[in-house]
């Protein structure tokens, strides 16, 4: 069982930044595949960005590419997503989830089902 834990998250004027912070319990944190989804208000849970667990090739949805850089530090069992030029439609509790990596996981990378664990939540607020 991993237990995730965010941290990062607060209020923001549009144009800035914000790094956000995952912490896993597991001690085989490196063998899971991460990512970070986000909830707006009233909306669905979405996909922002995915990284397997030798931080390469990471994955990003087309609404945060070149804003958002996912990566992680296996030796500190954390993953990041460092989000840059923020706009309000940011504004969302950012979630970060885990899977065991493998080739079903590159596949479904992007859907909420190929994550079996969830953290709490940050909320990310970004003022215009």
Same mark, same amino acid.
């Not at 069982?1 to 800035?16: C, F, R, S």
């Given at each position: ?12 004027? *549009? ?7 995952? *912490?896993?319990? !597991? ?7 991460? *990512?970070?989804? #986000?909830? @707006?208000?009233? =909306?669905?849970?979405?996909?922002? @960005? @995915?990284?397997? %667990? #030798? !931080? ?8 945060? =590419? ?5 990566? +992680?530090?296996?030796? =500190? ?12 439609? !940011?504004? $969302?509790?950012?979630?970060?989830? @885990? *899977?065991?990596?493998?080739?079903? %996981?590159?596949?479904?990378? !992007? +859907?909420?089902? $190929?994550?079996?664990? %969830? ?8 003022? #215009?």
């Amino acid at each position: 069982q991993v237990q995730l834990v965010e941290t990062g998250g607060g209020l923001v004027q *549009a144009g800035g930044s914000l790094r956000l912070s995952c *912490a896993a319990s !597991d001690r085989t944190f490196s063998r899971y595949a991460m *990512a970070w989804f #986000s909830q @707006a208000p009233g =909306k669905e849970r979405v996909f922002v @960005a @995915a990284v397997s %667990w #030798s !931080d390469d090739n990471p994955y990003y949805a087309d609404s945060v =590419k070149g804003r958002f850089t996912i990566s +992680r530090d296996n030796a =500190k069992n954390t993953v990041y997503l460092q989000m840059n030029s923020l706009v309000p439609e !940011d504004t $969302a509790v950012y979630y970060c989830a @885990a *899977a065991r990596d493998s080739l079903s %996981w590159v596949i479904h990378r !992007d +859907r909420e089902y $190929a994550y079996a664990y %969830w953290g709490q939540g940050t909320q990310v607020t970004v003022s #215009s």
